[in-house]
């Protein structure tokens, strides 16, 4: 690719030529309009024109993906051709601003008249350019000086209940779960300020017991609490949490946005960690929205520390090829010779059962493994339940079944049993 523009790749649906639909999102996105209008010139379109790449057709589907009052207007029939398109824009069109980045490669994409289906798959960026955006802080470096697990996966949990707990309720769970041998606890998406709980009382109950920890262990239990809220707001959560000792937060990234989360990181050293609730609503139709490689680029070039990728075998919706394609996305760079890899977390219906497929899938242990039932509804306790995927953990990476290693390890052995039959 170039080194002075940015590649997009997506997935289009048309009764029209796919080709020419390409080339009238390339002008919808760059210089152009429907049409050729003043001002618009040969030396300006070759200067700021997007640059179509390839178009690559596939088999054509029996019917339109998504309603489209502007081709019923005109009558247009089928068939329903598909295609892999590649654009390129000048960065040149954009600057270091990742909104406008953004609304470029995705945008009024998704409204076009021609097009019954459009999906953003991919982003590409040319070194140069990624570099004028923000890097990670920490990334998987970072977090295991921070946290002190040099070797294997970051094992955390997740506050349950994730709402309803007063701000001491709150600390007492967190000294448990610190007792229990977690290297990572968070907070959860839908607990942030409440009124029952609001972080100024929060922050100080929990980073007791993480202090009165670390006192008696050397462990320092790396704490995500969610500071998402209004841009001011977060920046004082954070600097609060930083005065008590922390060393991490959590923001739901769809809903704060791409500036509020530029800012906090431009704010503030701590941990960032960035949760996708809501990515659904932008990935789960094939023909429509945004897929995780696009996604993960994006709010990469926001400077986030960890990124949300689900879990396999889990209690959601998506497919494990997108979890799976979405953690190695997040551990390789954006850019060639970019050293700005984050730390992939995996939640949702984890234990240590999913521990396996999980390894097998990507290969390393550079991740954070999160599990709230499979650690807290555990039958001998939170400490057996965090024992049982740190058994689990040792047994895959060192060619052993779960099977065999649970001869020898009760923990592992209970929780095959236990959460083995709720399937």
């Known amino acids: 690719?170039?080194?002075?523009?940015?590649?997009?790749?997506?997935?289009?649906?048309?009764?029209?030529?796919?080709?020419?639909?390409?080339?009238?999102?390339?002008?919808?996105?760059?210089?152009?309009?429907?049409?050729?209008?003043?001002?618009?010139?040969?030396?300006?379109?070759?200067?700021?024109?997007?640059?179509?790449?390839?178009?690559?057709?596939?088999?054509?589907?029996?019917?339109?993906?998504?309603?489209?009052?502007?081709?019923?207007?005109?009558?247009?029939?089928?068939?329903?051709?598909?295609?892999?398109?590649?654009?390129?824009?000048?960065?040149?069109?954009?600057?270091?601003?990742?909104?406008?980045l953004a609304a470029t490669v995705a945008g009024n994409l998704y409204d076009l008249g021609e097009v019954t289906g459009l999906r953003l798959v991919d982003v590409k960026l040319p070194a140069a350019y990624r570099r004028r955006f923000d890097m990670p802080r920490h990334g998987v470096a970072g977090t295991r000086r921070l946290t002190g697990v040099a070797d294997g996966p970051l094992v955390g949990s997740i506050i349950k209940p994730n709402v309803g707990l007063s701000a001491e309720e709150t600390g007492e769970l967190v000294g448990t779960l610190c007792a229990a041998g977690l290297d990572f606890i968070k907070d959860d998406e839908i607990c942030a300020d409440p009124g029952h709980a609001p972080l100024a009382e929060r922050v100080p109950a929990v980073m007791a017991r993480v202090r009165r920890h670390q006192d008696r262990t050397g462990k320092h239990v790396m704490v995500a609490f969610n500071i998402t809220d209004e841009t001011d707001a977060m920046r004082r959560h954070a600097d609060l949490v930083e005065r008590e000792g922390g060393n991490c937060v959590m923001v739901s990234l769809n809903w704060c946005g791409h500036s509020a989360v530029q800012t906090l990181r431009r704010h503030s050293g701590l941990v960032l960690h960035g949760h996708r609730n809501g990515f659904g609503a932008f990935s789960r139709h094939p023909l429509l929205g945004i897929g995780f490689d696009a996604y993960q680029a994006l709010w990469r070039l926001a400077g986030v520390d960890h990124m949300h990728v689900h879990g396999l075998n889990g209690k959601f919706?998506?497919?494990?090829?997108?979890?799976?394609?979405?953690?190695?996305?997040?551990?390789?760079?954006?850019?060639?010779?970019?050293?700005?890899?984050?730390?992939?977390?995996?939640?949702?219906?984890?234990?240590?059962?999913?521990?396996?497929?999980?390894?097998?899938?990507?290969?390393?242990?550079?991740?954070?493994?999160?599990?709230?039932?499979?650690?807290?509804?555990?039958?001998?306790?939170p400490a057996a339940g965090v024992l049982?995927?740190?058994?689990?953990?040792?047994?895959?990476?060192?060619?052993?079944?779960?099977?065999?290693?649970?001869?020898?390890?009760?923990?592992?052995?209970?929780?095959?049993?236990?959460?083995g039959k709720k399937g």
């Open 1 to 100: 690719m170039r080194a002075d523009m940015i590649e997009a790749s997506y997935l289009i649906e048309t009764p029209l030529d796919p080709v020419r639909v390409a080339e009238v999102m390339a002008g919808e996105q760059s210089c152009g309009t429907f049409t050729r209008v003043h001002g618009e010139t040969d030396d300006l379109r070759a200067r700021a024109r997007a640059v179509v790449e390839s178009v690559e057709e596939l088999p054509p589907a029996e019917s339109p993906s998504l309603p489209n009052t502007w081709l019923e207007r005109q009558r247009t029939p089928g068939p329903w051709r598909r295609a892999r398109v590649r654009i390129s824009f000048p960065t040149a069109n954009i600057g270091p601003n990742l909104p406008t």
């Open 317 to 381: 919706a998506q497919p494990d090829e997108e979890v799976i394609d979405g953690a190695r996305a997040s551990l390789a760079p954006l850019a060639e010779g970019t050293d700005d890899a984050v730390m992939p977390a995996f939640s949702s219906g984890q234990w240590a059962g999913t521990v396996p497929v999980t390894w097998e899938a990507v290969g390393t242990a550079d991740l954070l493994f999160m599990s709230g039932g499979g650690i807290m509804a555990h039958p001998d306790g």
């Open 388 to 419: 049982s995927i740190r058994q689990a953990w040792d047994a895959v990476r060192a060619g052993v079944t779960l099977d065999t290693a649970a001869r020898d390890h009760a923990e592992l052995r209970r929780a095959l049993d236990f959460f």
